[in-house]
């Protein structure tokens, strides 16, 4: 290869797209072409374009010529003698002789001849002076070109090789959660505010279904990110540098208050307000009560999330919620009836969920098989989102964490999954009002598998068939909470309930028990709630239900047969709160007794054969909850009223009518 090609394929490189430029365009570097600069001096400024310089090529000068010389380019040489003869150096000591010259013209390559000349003298022939001055010039020219290039290639590549690892280096520190060390820890990429918006896009590292969703100039995405920038941007801004993680963490948050409708939520107080902390921004907390430092964790990532009692969120649940997914620990939805959508099949990418609670709220479809890939789950709620429906996944069985599993109100049909009962931590068992689901056999299995729970709540049972509460219910010892609600109990309570020592609540209303009160139910001495309302007991109400139960609070007797006076023992219930006795066929007065429950503020007597006066320190008392709405916040107050006392009874005083001296 000639230096004249080398030259030609250096130009085409510099000219033309060349490698260093691709690389700049995926790297999403703008690159802008400068003019030319010219880099020689004045003196060469009429140096006219250069031909290509001749090959090397050793010529024989004619016989007649003295001293039979080899040219080389610009360079002489006697064959007899060792001294090397430039052009332009030999001028002054040659004289020049006409008779002598003769003339020769060598052909190179066919491009140009050389005249050859010779003196008298027997000196080597030489190229006339001016003609080696244009060379040099040319050579010249030609050297600083080229090294000109090759300097100018190293130091872009360089420059290049150094954007790209500094570009590499924050991208990857800002998308590994695991390395923050504070809320307020030094940027990992601290010219991120002086970054072109689509430099600062690809930093973040979003999936591509956001990037999708963000060529829709309205969408949520795409009004997150300009929220996003024009904050990071914001030279007054004392968050200007934060960290990628926080900024992708913004970014969820926004995204999902965009779709979601945020500027129509009841409770919004801090959000999207750049200078405040994102752990602070309103409704994040699960509790009112609780502190916001609940929900985040000692580094500032978001680990719950939950929104409570109407907030009025209307639209889909975004699935860049899901960038949250290697901190998010809780997400809980409570009345919010204006989400709908379904549950994304990318819930099972959130490996570090454990609770995910979806209560009455429009969320509709079915439960997603990929469920069975969250981990760490360990408490799975679907209540009362009546438009989740199909089967219950088997894939559920693959939760080898989960504890708790509660699903109410949703439209599940077939078998529970017979994985679901080798779950080996299952402590908290609950279907309720599921009337696809078949549930027949749900209590037998749970007994038989030995499942290691402590409450166990069945309601509704699909198929309608009666069956009275298998005895082996005593192997149970664990159960601290035990509901079996329209389950079509039929025949008597067993006395093998009596070995449930560790129970606090017994739900067993809405079935048709019958005979007398259970004598089983005295010897669970740590009962705080009783509902055997809507059965068929009768009898009288034994006084020991009182004595012995002395921890009850609530007692929900109601609808059934029994007959008698209410016992003067009511008054060892020291902490009761609520006590109905309603639609029964008691009878006497009211024992003075009663006025011993200072914590009781709801007595519900309607409907009963019960006369007499009720004391008048027991009115205040009596009354009932009544819910008042203000727009969209809602309130109980307590307001006295006489329905629940004296509808359907001969009592007198208070509300119910002057008494009969």
Known sequence: MTDLDATEMDNQEIDGTSSVELVEIKAGISKTTAPPINLLPPIFDDIVPLPPPLRPTTVLAPASIPGAQYVYGGFSRDPNSSVI???????NNLQIQENVIEEAFVENDDQETHLLESDSTGTEPRIPNQRSKKYWRQRLLHVLS???NVFLLVVMVILLIFLAVSINTGGHTSSNSSQP???DMAPSNPQLATMAPTTFLESLNLPDYTLSNMERAQSPQSK???????NVNNKTSTLQDLPLWRLTQRFALATFYYSTRGDHWVKKNGWLEWEMNECDWEQLHIFQES?????????GEITSLAFEMSNNLEGTIPLEM???GNRLESFLLYRQLGLTGSIPTEVGLLKKLTELTLSITGISGTLPTELGRCESLQSLYIVQTTQINGPMPSQ?????NLLELSLMGADLTGPVPGEVYQLPGLNSFSIQECHGLDTETILQEAISKALPLQTLVLSTQSLGTKMPIPSEIGTLRELGYLGLVDWKIDGTVPKELGCLSELLSLDLHDNSISGTMPLALFELTNLVNLNLGFNQLQGTL????FSKLSHLQFIYINDNMFSGTIPTEVGQLSGARKLELQNTNLSGTLPTEILMLENLNSLVLKNTSLSGSIPEELCNKLYQQEVKCYGDLCKRLPVKTNTTVCHGTSLCGCDCGPCQN
Do not use: F, R
Not at 396 to 400: D, K
């Open 85 to 91: 003869h430039h052009g332009d150096s030999t001028t």
């Open 146 to 148: 080229l090294e000109v």
């Open 181 to 183: 060390t504070g809320i």
């Open 224 to 230: 997150a990110y300009q929220w996003l920038i024009q």
């Open 291 to 299: 502190s916001p430092e609940l929900n985040c964790n000692d580094k």
């Open 322 to 324: 899901l960038l949250l």
């Open 396 to 400: 559920i069985g693959l939760l080898s």
């Open 542 to 545: 034994p006084p020991v239900l």
